[in-house]
């Protein structure tokens, strides 16, 4: 073009003012009486050829629309359908024009118009709506017409502002309703896919840069579209999805969007190295300054809003095998999150300082981290838990496994720690490059130590073993000897049981913790039975037994109430059974080796022993030690969504749709942004 976008536009919205009026103060009464008059049941365009081509040159007011739209009745929003479906029908034909303007603004007023039609709460969500937007007879062909013009619009050299305003229409689409399966209208995006579209731009750095976090949040709640119903094409497609491209591009766009919170809470942590007196002076300061303000806990809000990149990253993990060479895929923090706000107009600086490699796997590991420290509500539970699901799946898989494993695969997983009374808060920024196994354990046992109180999260204790047991599994099955303090996991285990049994009293009336103590046996039971074919040394093995026999008393106090509540029947009877089956071999550990290092104490006249002379008592005496092969210690349950699960993703996306909602209300992209970005195209 010869003239810019912005000078044409400008002389004709000129050309359709009224003569004699000021530039800006009509254009605004223009518009507002265009549509009052539209919402009155009048049609506008009457004798007024060029009537439509002057609306969409006019700055679209989406507030105005969507609050005309709330006012109106069920009775009048009927009797407004014909005009409705008119405004409807005549947005889409100007989404064919080569004047990006127009576009725009049809896209602007296409949004409005099924924003406030779905915030009128109307009974049927899926026929109701569709009517009053574009008509049975038309809606298919409407909707194919539409559809295609956004992938156009996605796959082609367009402006920034113009795939990101066909991204926010589509991400409108989705999240009209609180539940995603009650969307009718989403049964055109499953006979239209977009998802060929969305992956394109996945692969493209640039357009992954600006349109990455939406895409994402698009493929999370199509994803979910009636998943437990029918088949839902976006589930089958990512599935199979193999292009190496775009699946390392939504790793990446993940990965940044997590670096970037992990960043950013770490900054917001006090000098590790100050005193307790200003640690607690400042902390009490932040306390006052929130409340004075109103500010409420932004990390805690951050983590929240972090729902929808952690569902996208779940679905992925879940669905696609492939997928798991992307999450292990070694790169340095070079690219730069995915744009937050419909147009970019400015290029994204670079936040990144840390040019240590890393994977998305270590960036998530970190962010599980913080997570981790702060559980106390049902929201933040609630991300706990997918960080959980999401670790259970990778560690079910055989590949991820062994890129965990491998000894050639050493990062530097910067784990943060909850602050506890005999520590302060920390994170292990020095910690050395190990193979990632050796992080996730220590995010298990750090998450073990740190959440032991009476109101037991008992779901996220059973999911936590869970992930360990995996990993243990593998290492049993593939005879893996992993560099690992093993100490450490079984002091927490230990710790775990003994403040357990501290507090049943308190406990057993709301918790079945013979599931979770059982649990705890079982993994010393692996320990215990194939330790010798996995653990890294034999000297480990003999750490084993000397932690068991030192803390013989838990494991005694243990088979006691386990004794006792499965002779006194009752609902945990069959529970209490089963672990007081599962203790044969740590009782039968503990019964051989203790006399037998009393007799030696006896007999060297020694009133107290070393660990160095109870490891030798205890290895010259397993030829005499006779235990029981139990079955089945290297099995478990794969994880399944469905049916266990089905409740909480429906709840999740529930949530996920009404934050997505919000971002999209509070980033409408205004005229002059618009203007700006097209200034620069000639």
């Known amino acids: 073009m010869s003239v810019t976008m912005s000078a044409q536009a400008e002389m004709e919205l000129q050309h359709y003012l009224r003569q004699g009026s000021t530039a800006k103060k009509p254009l605004k009464e223009k518009l507002v009486q265009i549509y009052e008059a539209f ?14 081509d002057e609306l969409f040159l006019l700055k679209v007011n989406s507030g105005f629309i969507e609050g005309e739209l709330e006012k109106l009745s069920a009775y009048q929003l009927h009797e407004l359908k014909e005009n409705i479906n008119t405004l409807f029908y005549k947005c889409i034909v100007t989404l064919q024009e080569d004047y990006q303007i127009r576009i725009v603004h049809a896209l602007q007023t296409l949004c409005a118009l099924i924003r406030g039609i779905y915030a009128r709460n109307l009974s049927n969500y899926g026929f109701d709506v569709i009517d009053i937007l574009m008509g049975f007879d038309s809606a298919e062909s409407m909707m194919q017409t539409l559809i295609g013009h956004a992938n156009t619009f996605l796959t082609t050299e367009c402006p920034v502002g113009l795939k990101s305003l066909s991204l926010k229409l589509l991400l409108v689409l989705v999240t009209a309703t609180d539940n995603v399966s009650q969307n009718t209208i989403l049964e055109y995006l499953m006979m239209n896919s977009v998802f060929e579209s969305l992956i394109q731009l996945l692969a493209n750095p640039v ?14 709640v199509l994803v979910n579209y ?6 839902n094409p976006y589930i089958v497609k990512l599935s199979i999805l193999d292009d190496e491209l775009a699946l390392n591009g939504l790793s990446q766009v993940v990965s940044n969007m997590l670096s970037d919170f992990n960043r950013e809470f770490s900054q917001s942590q006090p000098d590790q190295q100050q005193s307790f007196f200003s640690t607690l002076t400042s902390m009490v300061g932040s306390m006052m300054l929130s409340e004075e303000n109103g500010v409420g806990n932004t990390a805690a809000q951050s983590v929240c809003a972090n729902h929808a990149i952690l569902l996208a990253l779940y679905e992925a993990v879940h669905l696609n095998r492939n997928f798991i060479t992307a999450l292990t895929r070694s790169h340095t923090m070079t690219e730069t999150s995915p744009s937050m706000s419909p147009v970019s107009l400015n290029p994204p600086t670079d936040l990144s300082t840390d040019s240590q490699p890393s994977n998305l796997l270590v960036t998530f590991l970190q962010y599980s981290s913080i997570v981790f420290q702060d559980i106390k509500d049902e929201s933040k539970q609630c991300s706990a838990k997918l960080c959980l699901i999401i670790m259970t799946c990778v560690a079910e898989d055989q590949y991820a496994n062994s890129l965990m494993h491998d000894a050639n695969m050493n ?3 910067p784990l943060h720690k909850m602050p506890m009374r005999h520590r302060k808060q920390k994170v292990e920024k020095d910690s050395s490059s190990r193979p990632l196994a050796c992080a996730l354990l220590d995010l298990m046992v750090e998450f073990v130590m740190s959440h032991m109180m009476k109101n037991l999260p008992l779901e996220l204790y059973l999911r936590c073993l869970d992930v360990t047991h995996r990993i243990l599994c593998y290492q049993k099955r593939c005879r893996v000897r992993l560099n690992y303090t093993w100490k450490e996991l079984w002091t927490a285990l230990i710790s775990l049981v003994k403040f357990l049994l501290a507090n049943e009293s308190a406990l057993l009336p709301q918790y079945n913790i013979f599931h979770l ?9 692996l320990f215990i039975t194939f330790g010798d074919t996995f653990l890294p040394s034999p000297s480990t093995y003999d750490e084993l037994y000397y932690e068991i026999i030192r803390m013989h008393q ?28 599962s203790l044969v071999n740590i009782r039968a550990i503990i019964n051989h080796f203790n006399p037998k290092i009393d007799s030696w104490a006896a007999v060297n006249h020694l009133s107290a022993l070393t660990e160095e002379q109870v490891l030798e008592v205890v290895r010259s005496n397993y030829d005499t030690l006779t235990l029981k092969l ?3 210690l290297d099995l478990f349950e794969r994880y399944s969504e469905k049916p266990k699960e089905s409740g909480f993703f429906t709840q999740l996306v529930r949530t996920v749709i009404l934050d997505v909602r919000k971002h999209i209300a509070a980033t409408d992209v205004t005229q002059e942004r618009v203007l700006q970005e097209f200034s620069s195209i000639s």
């Open 39 to 52: 919402f009155r049941g009048e049609d506008p365009s009457l004798g007024n050829p060029s009537f439509w």
């Open 207 to 220: 357009d992954r840069q600006n349109h990455g976090r939406d895409v994402i949040l698009l493929l999370a």
């Open 226 to 231: 009636r998943k437990y119903e029918s088949a």
């Open 411 to 413: 990062f530097r997983v």
């Open 517 to 525: 103590t059982s649990q705890v046996v079982s993994i010393f039971n």
């Open 554 to 581: 838990v494991f005694d106090n243990l088979y006691s109430l386990a004794l006792r509540y499965s002779s006194a029947g009752g609902e945990f009877a069959d529970a209490a059974s089963k672990l007081t089956n």
């Open 630 to 632: 139990q079955d089945n």
